[in-house]
């Protein structure tokens, strides 16, 4: 896709973050933007951010990991605007601790943010714009966890290896039709946005239950310290709206923004070619 002007772009979690810079850069190319988000009071900023950008835009309270609430969200788009052209299936959140420890409900929450609300939004979204038979694109925002591993946050890297093969799964099927819909990854490195606060905008069903054992542990404590550290010191978010549109015009399917994690990659899958063993010491 190279023209933007009056297309819709959907962008879910879109009130913070990666999702908010992609919002942003969909409105200075004039499209109509539709912001989905479960953060009340964060689409309320975005509603007179926009106001005062005199975008054509419409704010969207719902919960990705609902699959009805896609629904609502494709039927509100569909309503208001007629068709949508960029879907941006990006809300996520991170949950640090090993599977063990981790009550099985936060387990849950992670599984339905990171992974089923990407299957949920190309469940809903794909046939809508197949329908439309006009150049359709998906971004679906993992991660560079999902290209390789680390020890300590085993769900997160679960659900976003689970994207990338669904991802490109999905990617094989639209080109063997033939699909006007092209497809992207975007598998970013730590960026500065507000990730670590994620446990703020749970959904109801998923409130942390401060009892259970875990979230009185040095694991938990550590690892909102590490979550915190490795966001605020990640790349400013200024560049990524810009760079994520300028990979659908160029129609590139996986989109990286930290080049130095990439010999990292390439060990990985040479390790897994010569079948050799993963160590712990790989990454120090
Ligand atoms: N920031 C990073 O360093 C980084 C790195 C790699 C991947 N990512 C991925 O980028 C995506 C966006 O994260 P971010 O860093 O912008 O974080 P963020 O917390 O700043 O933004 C995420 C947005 O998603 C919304 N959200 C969360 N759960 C939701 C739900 N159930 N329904 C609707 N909206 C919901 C939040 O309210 C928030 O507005 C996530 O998928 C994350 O895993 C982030």
């Known amino acids: 896709m190279k023209e933007f002007k009056g297309k819709v772009a959907v962008v879910t979690g879109g009130a913070n973050g990666i999702g908010h810079a992609l919002a942003q850069e969909a409105a200075k190319r004039e499209m109509k933007v539709v912001i989905a988000d479960i953060d009340k009071e964060g689409l309320d900023r ?10 054509d835009f419409m704010t969207v309270y719902m919960d990705v990991t609902e699959y009805s609430d896609m629904e609502m969200l494709a039927k509100k788009t569909i309503d208001k605007y007629g068709q949508v052209d960029i879907l941006f299936n990006n ?8 599977i063990w420890e981790l009550p099985l409900n936060d387990i849950d929450y992670i ?8 299957l949920y939004g190309l469940k809903v979204f794909v046939p809508i714009m197949e329908k439309q038979d006009t150049d359709c694109h998906i971004v679906n925002t993992a991660s560079v966890a999902g290209l390789l591993s680390t020890a300590g946050m085993p769900t997160y890297h679960m659900t976003k290896f689970g994207n990338i093969g669904l991802s490109e799964s999905i990617n094989y099927q639209l080109q063997e039709k033939g699909s ?8 970013p490195g730590f960026i500065q946005t507000d990730l670590h606060h994620c446990d703020d905008r749970r959904p109801e069903k998923f409130k942390i239950d401060w009892e259970d054992p875990y979230y009185q542990s040095e694991e938990y404590k550590n690892g909102l310290k590490r979550a915190h550290h490795v966001i605020t010191t990640g790349i400013p978010i200024d560049s990524v709206g810009m760079s994520v549109f300028q990979a659908i015009e160029d129609e590139q399917f996986y989109i990286l923004t930290h080049p130095q994690y990439l010999p990292i990659i390439g060990m990985r899958v040479k390790n897994v070619l010569d079948m050799k063993n993963p160590d712990v010491n790989f990454f120090k």
């Open 46 to 55: 975005v509603e007179s951010e926009f106001k005062g950008l005199n975008a």
């Open 91 to 98: 809300a996520g959140v991170v949950v640090p601790g090993s």
């Open 111 to 118: 599984m339905q943010s990171n992974l089923y609300s990407i």
């Open 180 to 187: 006007k819909i092209k497809m992207s990854v975007f598998c």
